[in-house]
């Protein structure tokens, strides 16, 4: 069994329990480095006092072994723990590599594509296998069969892809090519949501003999998590070993990226991650991208910061997720001078921030009222030609509605409208606070009206914008107004 590195360790006991608790830490300490307080000079646009100290840095984090030794490097840059200074970014893959495995499809695949791609007809199971057939006698094996499922998956042709799915296993009698078909549409499904269809693919596969596999299992682990169903992927997980089926790197990474996205505490989370290298597993930068994933959603930016320092000592190179994701966290954690460092030192290492770097970096700034910051970072972006997104944009607005550059804002809904962009229910919302908290009151019913112009569904968080700019107002029967449409919605809902 391979011994975890002796400079770090996130847990250090014995027991397993993946539904409790896994192992008991035993004399853990959390030692990072302290962040001093020195806080840039901010310019008069913003009448927000200043930032305090992020709560943050006083809660009770998770108690790790030292990560930092005597003689290794600052995690970033020279200065980065000498400075002080929110939100998880869905987007924070964009311009991402993908890490798509070889194919050995064969030209007949293309083509059979193709024309999977254009059949029309509804819901028209024989016509479709008769389709399928045509191509039949030039595709190869499961390759060309699994390429032909990952595909209409991603074009989400969900229904063409069961039936093509069952066409081949049915004609295959290969037991591994069977497992292989199975794993793939499971991990097909799971990609387009549709989890209990792939529960059911799976439980097939399984009773028929061929899906007792570490892909097959780890490819239903992945489905739960992308739903949220983190408990579901760890009774997944737990079941293997009734099968005698040991997990292997993509299985643990499919299990600390459901339980992430199941919104499971940190410290339960790392458990995973003890076990896999006592386990002889050892990690790679999927896995400690979703464990800083964790990090980004708690804004754990000290455990972050620590996580990213590992993965530079143990030679595994961060990409653009991995510094958007530590720039996620360090915003959340209220560091928000700490962001300049990182994105320096993505620099420094050739890699370009994006979009959703500059995006999360400025939405921290204007969450703590530093408007100008944000606004310089704005024209940072504009200067260097990076193309806004609609996050971009709704935090733009919502800044300059806050501070009542009401034409800029409306400079921003144009340029919106000219690249394509629709206002969508943040950018709605975003309008909503900034007149409210101006006591434009006008102009909040003129744009609740437009929203339901439009038909862009209110979320709770527009009609809590709405109740709470009304209450302080003192027009209590435009807020009741606002709650009964609030109740009337949900029981029509339910």
């Not at 608790?21 to 300490?29: A, E, I, L």
């Not at 057939?133 to 595709?139: A, D, I, M, N």
């Not at 699994?146 to 892809?161: M, V, Y």
């Not at 499904?189 to 693919?201: E, N």
Request: aromatic share 10%; glycine share 8%.
């Amino acid at each position: 069994m391979a011994s975890t590195p002796p400079h770090w360790s996130l847990f250090t006991a014995t027991t397993s329990n993946h539904h409790q608790t896994r192992q008991q830490p035993n004399h853990r300490q959390w030692l990072p480095p302290r962040v001093s307080s020195s806080p840039r000079g901010s310019r008069s646009l913003s009448a927000a006092p200043p930032s305090s100290p992020s709560p943050v840095s006083h809660r009770k984090l998770p108690t790790f072994s030292p990560l930092l030794t005597p003689n290794s490097s600052p995690p970033l840059s020279s200065d980065f723990s000498g400075r002080r200074s929110t939100r998880f970014v869905s987007k924070m893959h964009f311009n991402r590599p993908k890490t798509t495995t070889s194919t050995r499809h064969s030209p007949a695949a293309e083509n059979a594509l193709h024309s999977l791609t254009a059949f029309s007809g509804d819901n028209d199971e024989t016509t479709f296998q008769s389709l399928i057939s045509t191509f039949e006698p030039t595709l190869h094996s499961s390759d060309d069969y699994t390429f032909l499922l990952r595909e209409l998956g991603n074009r989400g042709e969900c229904d063409k892809a069961l039936l093509l799915y069952h066409f081949a296993v049915q004609r295959e009698r290969r037991k591994n090519e069977r497992g292989k078909l199975a794993s793939a549409m499971i991990g097909t499904l799971g990609r387009l949501g549709k989890v209990s269809i792939a529960k059911t693919v799976f439980e097939s596969a399984l009773s028929g003999g061929y899906g007792n596999t570490v892909y097959a299992f780890s490819a239903l682990i992945s489905a739960y998590g992308r739903s949220g169903l983190h408990n579901e992927a760890i009774t997944v997980f737990d079941s293997m070993k009734s099968y005698g089926l040991r997990p292997n790197l993509v299985t643990y990474n499919a299990v600390i990226d459901a339980c992430g996205k199941g919104g499971m505490e940190f410290s339960k989370v790392a458990e995973f991650f003890d076990e896999m290298e006592r386990n002889g597993v050892q990690p790679d930068r999927i896995t400690f991208n979703s464990l800083l994933g964790v990090c980004s959603r708690g804004g754990l930016w000290e455990v972050a910061r620590s996580l990213f320092h590992e993965m530079a000592n143990r030679k595994i190179e961060q990409d653009v997720f991995s510094y958007n994701t530590l720039l996620d966290a360090v915003c959340k954690g209220g560091q928000m001078d700490l962001s300049f460092d990182v994105l320096a030192q993505m620099r420094e290492n050739r890699i370009t921030p994006n979009v959703v770097s500059y995006s999360t970096v400025i939405d921290g700034f204007a969450k703590a009222g530093r408007f100008d910051e944000a606004l310089t970072l704005f024209d940072e972006i504009r200067y260097l030609g990076i193309a806004l997104d609609r996050v971009s944009y709704n935090t733009l607005l919502s800044i300059y509605t806050k501070v009542g550059r009401d034409e800029e804002a409306l400079d921003v809904l144009r340029e919106m409208a000219s690249v394509g962009i629709k206002k969508d229910v943040v950018t709605y919302n975003a309008l909503l606070g900034g007149y409210g908290k101006r006591g434009k009151y006008v102009e909040v019913e003129s744009v609740f009206d437009e929203m339901k112009r439009e038909g862009v569904l209110p979320n709770l968080l527009t009609y809590s914008t709405l109740i709470d700019v009304y209450s302080k107002a003192g027009l209590y029967r435009e807020a009741m107004e606002v709650i009964g449409l609030y109740i009337e919605i949900e029981l029509h809902l339910v």
